[in-house]
């Protein structure tokens, strides 16, 4: 499901009349950040969160900042609610006994690079992994979540879309306004093109003073040769065109994009129907890393997948930032 169009035209006439509800929305939300802290862990905690709402690439930050954790040493566990999961937790994920539907598709994902709790509650799941030997807590959203006190906050935002129209829900893509968002945050990081994150650098939507570290979503290299390859693509994520543009940047030949909620259910309806367009086609049927998980396990042989990573545009400024972060609570 595509965003509104209007969340990204500052003078729409729409948002206007939508911001009483935003002041509310907001309201709500700083409400809920005055509560106080309930748990403040023995290990650092690292927050990967955002102000808009989805579709930023929290979840291949998150796996990028595991990597580098385990570069240095250090055991990371990541923390998250398990969204589109039925258990409530907290409970470790276990790739070979959970599914989807059980944690949610981005904790099963992540899962295959560190240990991941999913819990309702961020404060009994954050006791649960230091218990187990967390030397690192890697908070997946929880930005506008006080359970725990932070030690460093990164704030995710795709680069070509910004902060939108400024606004908050509905009237906007927001979920608290930039300023109030922004005062809380250690460090931006701008998912894009080099000219995407240069241009997002010199926007002054953002009027609190914070570094902003860019970084690209590069496919993996899998020794398959996308060109001329001919595919019916199909996403279920924040934003599916990215998705699609990442395949034609490859080049792949798109004779079918289908464009599915975030999180959708991929039920065995749905496959066959897409099954049966991809052999009229004569085209492959290609998803990404986050749907793949959520696949019947009769699909699973029948669709490809495009991994993607994050590749930092000052990898130096991060490692310093965990370094600091590691060095002050040891």
Same mark, same amino acid.
């Given at each position: 499901?595509?965003?509104?169009?209007?969340?990204?035209?500052?003078? +729409?006439?729409? %948002?206007? !009349?939508?911001?009483?509800?935003?002041?509310?929305?907001?309201?709500?939300?700083? =409400? $809920?950040?005055?509560?106080?802290? &309930?748990?403040? @862990?023995?290990?650092?905690v690292?927050?990967?969160?955002?102000?808009?709402?989805?579709?930023?690439?929290?979840?291949?930050?998150?796996?990028?900042?595991?990597?580098?954790?385990?570069?240095?040493?250090?055991?990371?566990?990541?923390?998250s609610?398990?969204?589109?999961?039925?258990l409530?937790?907290?409970?470790?994920?276990?790739?070979?006994?959970? +599914?989807?539907?059980?944690?949610?598709?981005?904790?099963?994902?992540?899962?295959?690079?560190?240990? #991941?709790? #999913?819990?309702?509650? &961020?404060?009994?799941?954050? $006791?649960? /992994?230091?218990?187990?030997? /967390?030397?690192?807590?890697i908070?997946d959203?929880?930005?506008?979540?006080p359970?725990?006190?932070?030690?460093? +906050?990164?704030?995710?935002?795709?680069?070509?879309?910004?902060?939108?129209n400024?606004?908050?829900?509905?009237?906007?893509?927001?979920?608290?306004?930039?300023?109030?968002?922004? %005062? =809380? /945050?250690? !460090?931006?990081?701008?998912?894009?093109?080099?000219?995407?994150?240069?241009?997002?650098?010199?926007?002054?939507?953002?009027? #609190?003073?914070?570094?902003?570290?860019?970084?690209?979503?590069?496919?993996l290299? !899998?020794?398959?040769? *996308?060109?001329?390859?001919?595919?019916? %693509?199909?996403?279920?994520?924040?934003?599916?065109?990215?998705?699609?543009?990442?395949?034609?940047?490859?080049?792949?030949?798109?004779? $079918?994009?289908?464009?599915? +909620?975030?999180?959708?259910?991929?039920?065995?309806?749905?496959?066959?129907?897409l099954?049966?367009?991809?052999?009229?086609?004569?085209?492959? !049927?290609?998803?990404?890393e986050?749907?793949?998980?959520?696949? @019947? =396990?009769?699909?699973?042989?029948?669709?490809?997948?495009?991994?993607?990573?994050?590749? *930092?545009?000052?990898?130096?400024?991060?490692?310093?930032?965990?370094? &600091?972060?590691?060095?002050?609570?040891?």
């Open positions: 499901m595509q965003p509104p169009g209007f969340w990204f035209r500052p003078r +729409s006439v729409l %948002a206007t !009349m939508l911001a009483p509800l935003g002041a509310l929305y907001a309201a709500a939300t700083a =409400r $809920r950040l005055r509560q106080l802290v &309930r748990f403040m @862990p023995d290990v650092p690292i927050c990967v969160g955002n102000i808009n709402i989805g579709g930023t690439g929290k979840t291949p930050t998150v796996i990028a900042l595991v990597q580098l954790l385990q570069g240095l040493g250090v055991q990371p566990h990541v923390l609610r398990g969204y589109g999961g039925r409530p937790g907290p409970v470790q994920v276990k790739e070979r006994q959970h +599914s989807a539907e059980d944690v949610g598709d981005e904790p099963l994902l992540m899962s295959a690079f560190a240990p #991941v709790w #999913v819990g309702r509650d &961020r404060a009994a799941t954050a $006791r649960l /992994a230091q218990a187990a030997g /967390a030397e690192v807590l908070l959203d929880g930005f506008q979540d359970a725990l006190r932070k030690d460093l +906050s990164l704030v995710v935002v795709d680069a070509g879309l910004g902060f939108g400024g606004r908050v829900l509905p009237a906007g893509p927001l979920r608290e306004p930039v300023a109030k968002g922004l %005062a =809380r /945050a250690d !460090m931006i990081v701008a998912i894009g093109g080099p000219d995407q994150v240069a241009a997002f650098r010199k926007q002054a939507a953002y009027p #609190v003073p914070v570094p902003v570290l860019g970084a690209a979503l590069k496919p290299a !899998m020794g398959l040769s *996308w060109h001329g390859q001919k595919v019916l %693509a199909f996403a279920g994520i924040g934003r599916p065109e990215k998705f699609f543009a990442t395949l034609r940047a490859e080049g792949a030949v798109l004779l $079918r994009a289908e464009a599915l +909620s975030d999180h959708q259910r991929l039920s065995d309806a749905l496959m066959t129907r099954e049966i367009e991809a052999k009229a086609l004569g085209a492959q !049927m290609v998803t990404t986050k749907d793949a998980v959520r696949l @019947p =396990r009769s699909f699973r042989q029948k669709v490809t997948t495009l991994p993607v990573r994050l590749e *930092w545009e000052n990898a130096p400024a991060i490692h310093l930032a965990l370094k &600091r972060v590691l060095r002050n609570r040891a």
